[in-house]
C-alpha cells in the first residue's frame, strides 16, 4: 500500500500561475523517488504542497492514510514530525553549533531555545550524537555551522531531519549548491536512510544522471504536469 498518495493536486499563485495541474502518483512506503524536470516546472511547490508549508488549490494528498489537507494546525505539527525537509540552501541556524541544529528538529523549528543545550535530556543529545557518527560528524559535533563546508552542512540538515524519526524525507534540491564529490556523499547518505533505515525519500533534482542512478521511480514534471512516472530502466531521451 502507498505511504503517499497525491490524487488532482493542482496549485495556482494567483489568477494567472498555474504551477500543478491535475498531479497524481503515489509513493510506496521505503521508495526512493527522484522528481525531475526544468527549472520552474513546479517540483519545489509540489515539495511544499506535500508538508504544507503552502495550500494546494484544489486535490488530495494522503499521508499515512490521513489527507494532509484536512488537518488543523495542531494535527499537522505532529504529522509533520513524521515528514523531514532538506532544502537547498540548509536553513540552519548560523550562530548554532552542529549539535544544537540536528537537536533543533526536535523543537519544530522554533528558534527561541534552540542554543540551550540544557533543555534537551541526555538520551536526545545521545541520540543527535548517533546520528550525526552516521553521518560522518563526528568531529564537527560543537562546531559552529558556518565554520562547516556545504557538504557538511547539507549533513547537518539531515541530521536534523531523522532526529525526528520521520517516515519521510523531503529533499529539495538537495545538491544543487554542492560539487560533485559532496553531491556524491549527499546521495550516498539519501539511499542509506532509505535502504537501511526504510524511510520513505523524495528528492527534488535537476540533474538526471544523478537520478538515474539512485531512485526506484522516477517523476518527470513539466509545467506543473506529470510527464513520466517509472522505473529509471525504461528512460528514454525523448522522455
Ligand atoms: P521548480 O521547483 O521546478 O523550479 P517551482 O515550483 O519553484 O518550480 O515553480 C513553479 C512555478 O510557480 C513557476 O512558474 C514559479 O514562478 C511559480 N511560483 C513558485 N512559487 C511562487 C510564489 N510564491 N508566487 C508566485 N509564483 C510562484
Ligand atoms: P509551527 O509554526 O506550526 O510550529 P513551523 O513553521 O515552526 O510550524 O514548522 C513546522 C514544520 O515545518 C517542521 O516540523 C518542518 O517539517 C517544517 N519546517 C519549517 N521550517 C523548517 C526548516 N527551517 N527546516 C526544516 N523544516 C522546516
Redesign the pocket.
Known sequence: TALLEVAHVSKKFGNDTKALSDVNFSVREGEFVSIIGPSGAGKSTLLRCI?R?IDASSGEINFDNVNILSLN?RE??KT??K???I?QHY?LVNRLTVIENTLHGRL???TTFAGMLGIYTEEEKQQAIKILNVLGLNEQIFKRSDQLSGGQKQRVGIA??LI?NPRMLLCDEPIASLDPSSSKVIMDHLKNISVKMGITVLVNLHQVDVALKYSDTIIGINGGQVVYNGSPKNITPDD
Open positions: 508538508n508549508m494546525k499537522l505539527k509533520r514530525t515528514i523531514g525537509m532544502f536553513n519544530g523549528f522554533k536534523r531531519a525526528q
